[in-house]
C-alpha cells in the first residue's frame, strides 16, 4: 500500500505551521459559529426585505433559512418564505434555481438525472414513485418544461433525499410551486426535520435520515481480535473533512497505530496534498493513504478496521458513517458535528469526541471498542429495507388519504455505493417503467439510468 512515514514531535512544527494552525483553529470557529450564522441569516433577511427584485429576495431568504439555527429566527424566516410562496412569483422561484452557480453548469453540461432510482411504475390510475438523490438532481427534474412536469407530477410521486443539511430551501420553494402534488423529503439531519415540516403542508417530510439506505449484506466484519487497523478515516480529500483536525490528533497517540485514510479528489486537493499536510504537521504514526479504491475494497478495510473517524463539523447524512457501523467498527464523531448520521452514536456504536480532547477520547474509544456491538445495534434500526418500510407506510397513507389507490409496495433500493435497486426481480419488472421514461424525457433520463443511476 502507498505510505508516508511522518515524524514525530512537537519542536520539528515550524513557526509558520503553529501560526497555520491557529488560523485554521479562528477559521473553523467563525465559520461553525451559532451567533455568527444568526447574525449572517437576518442579514441576508434583511436584504430579502429591501431589495425590490423577486429573484434577489427569494435567494437571500434561502440563504438565511439555511443559516438560521435559532428557533425563532426560523420561525421568523418561514414566516416570509410562506409569504414569497406565491403563483405570481413562481419565475422568480424558477429563475433563482436555474441560475445557481452549482444547478447552472450541470444543467447546461450535464442534464441527464444520475443517482435516481423508479421505486414503483404507475399503473391503472396509481402513481409510480421516482427518488432522487441529492439537491442537484431534484434541479435536474424542476428544468423539465411545464407540461412536462405536469405529466411526472401526475404519475409518480416524488422522493427527494437531501444531500447536506441545511438542504437548498429555494429549490424547496421552486418544487413547491410548480407541483401539485405532495414532495416527499428525506432530510439529512434529524436537527433540520422541525423546520422543514413547518415550511408547508405538501412538503411531507419522511423518517429516516439521508443515510439509512446501507445493505448489511455486503459486510462481513472479522472479529474484533483479529481487526488489522486501529483507526479508519473514510472521506474525500476535501476541506470540510478537517484532515488537520485528525492529524493534531494523532500527534497525541501512539506512533505504532495502524491508521488507514481513504479518499478521493475534491476542491483541488488529492493524497499528494493530505501527504504533505501530514509531513507539515509532523505526524508520528506511518499513515497508509488510499485513493478512488472501489466500493469492494473499501468495505474490506471497514471490515478490518477497530475505529472509524469522521471529523467533519457540517456535513449531510455521511453515508461512510453508516457503512462503518455495518462493518462493525466504533464511530467516532465530534461532539459538536452537524452531520445526519451522529443521531446514531450511542453507547453501543461509539463516541462523541469532545473538542479540545480529541486524541483522548479517541484512545478511550480504541480500548474498549471491543466491548460495543454497532453492527447489531445497526441491522436493528437503520438497515435499508427498515428505511423502506417506514417510508413506504407513509406514502400508502398519503396515497390512500388522497383517494388514490395503492396496491403495490415499493421495491427496495440500497446503496452500493450509489443508489441501485437492491433485487434482481424488481430490475426486471421496473425495467418497462425506466424505458417509457427515457423514451419521453430523453434529455432528463438515459437509457441506461438504471444501471449507471451513479453518474
Known amino acids: 500500500m502507498p505510505q508516508t512515514r511522518c515524524g ?3 519542536d520539528r512544527m515550524s513557526p509558520a505551521t503553529h501560526l497555520q494552525i491557529l488560523r485554521w483553529r479562528v477559521e473553523d470557529h467563525l465559520r461553525h459559529s451559532p451567533r455568527l450564522r444568526t447574525a449572517l441569516a437576518l442579514w441576508h433577511w434583511l436584504r430579502s426585505r ?7 429576495q427569494i435567494r437571500h431568504l434561502g440563504k438565511a433559512l439555511g443559516l438560521a439555527e435559532h428557533p425563532a429566527v426560523a420561525r421568523l424566516l418561514t414566516e416570509d418564505f ?6 405570481d412569483l413562481e419565475p422568480a422561484w424558477r429563475a433563482a434555481v436555474a441560475g445557481h452557480p452549482r444547478y447552472a453548469p450541470l444543467l447546461r453540461d450535464q442534464p441527464l438525472l444520475t443517482r435516481s432510482v423508479v421505486l414503483k411504475a404507475p399503473v391503472d390510475g396509481e402513481k409510480g414513485v421516482l427518488l432522487n438523490y441529492f439537491e442537484y438532481n431534484l434541479a435536474r427534474v424542476l428544468a423539465l418544461g411545464d407540461t412536462d412536469l405536469a405529466w411526472l407530477d401526475t404519475q409518480y410521486s416524488l422522493i427527494f433525499v437531501a444531500s447536506w443539511s441545511p438542504t437548498d430551501y429555494t429549490l424547496l420553494g421552486s418544487a413547491l410551486l410548480r407541483l401539485k402534488s405532495p414532495l416527499f423529503l428525506q ?4 436537527a433540520e426535520r422541525t423546520r422543514l415540516t413547518a415550511l408547508h403542508p405538501r412538503l411531507v417530510v419522511l423518517p429516516g435520515l439521508a443515510c439509512d439506505w446501507v445493505d448489511p449484506a455486503f459486510y462481513q466484519p472479522r472479529p474484533m481480535a483479529e481487526r488489522r487497523i486501529d483507526v479508519l478515516m473514510v472521506a474525500n480529500w476535501g476541506e470540510f473533512k478537517r484532515h488537520w483536525d485528525f492529524f493534531l490528533a494523532l500527534r497525541r497517540l501512539p506512533a505504532d497505530l495502524r491508521i488507514v485514510l481513504i479518499g478521493q479528489r475534491e476542491g483541488g486537493r488529492d493524497r499528494d496534498f493530505i501527504e504533505r499536510l501530514a509531513r507539515r504537521l509532523d505526524v508520528p504514526q506511518q499513515l497508509e493513504l488510499l485513493e478512488s479504491l472501489p466500493i469492494e475494497r473499501v468495505t474490506e478495510l471497514e471490515c478490518d478496521a477497530r475505529v472509524s473517524v469522521i471529523l467533519s463539523r457540517r456535513e449531510g447524512g455521511c453515508v461512510a458513517a453508516v457503512e462503518s457501523l455495518f462493518a462493525g467498527c466504533a464511530l467516532a464523531m ?4 452537524r452531520i445526519g448520521s451522529s443521531a446514531h452514536i450511542n453507547d453501543r456504536t461509539g463516541r ?8 483522548e477520547d479517541l484512545a478511550a474509544l480504541l480500548a474498549e471498542a471491543g466491548s460495543l456491538d454497532p453492527r447489531a445495534w445497526a441491522c436493528a434500526h437503520i438497515r435499508h429495507d427498515l428505511t423502506l418500510q417506514r417510508i413506504n407506510l407513509v406514502l400508502r397513507e398519503q396515497s390512500l388519504a388522497a383517494g388514490l389507490a395503492w396496491t403495490t409496495d415499493l421495491a427496495v433500493p440500497h446503496w452500493r455505493p450509489h443508489p441501485t435497486l437492491a433485487q434482481a426481480a424488481d430490475r426486471g419488472r421496473l425495467r418497462p417503467a425506466y424505458t417509457e421514461l427515457h423514451h419521453r424525457f430523453p434529455h432528463l433520463i438515459g437509457a441506461d439510468l438504471m444501471e449507471r443511476s451513479h453518474r
Open 50 to 56: 429591501l431589495d425590490p427584485r423577486p429573484v434577489a
Open 187 to 190: 432530510c439529512a439531519n434529524e
Open 82 to 87: 410562506r409569504f414569497l410562496l406565491r403563483p
Open 8 to 10: 514525530g514531535s512537537v
Open 352 to 359: 462523541r469526541l469532545r473538542p479540545g480532547r480529541i486524541a
Open 334 to 337: 465530534r461532539a459538536d458535528a
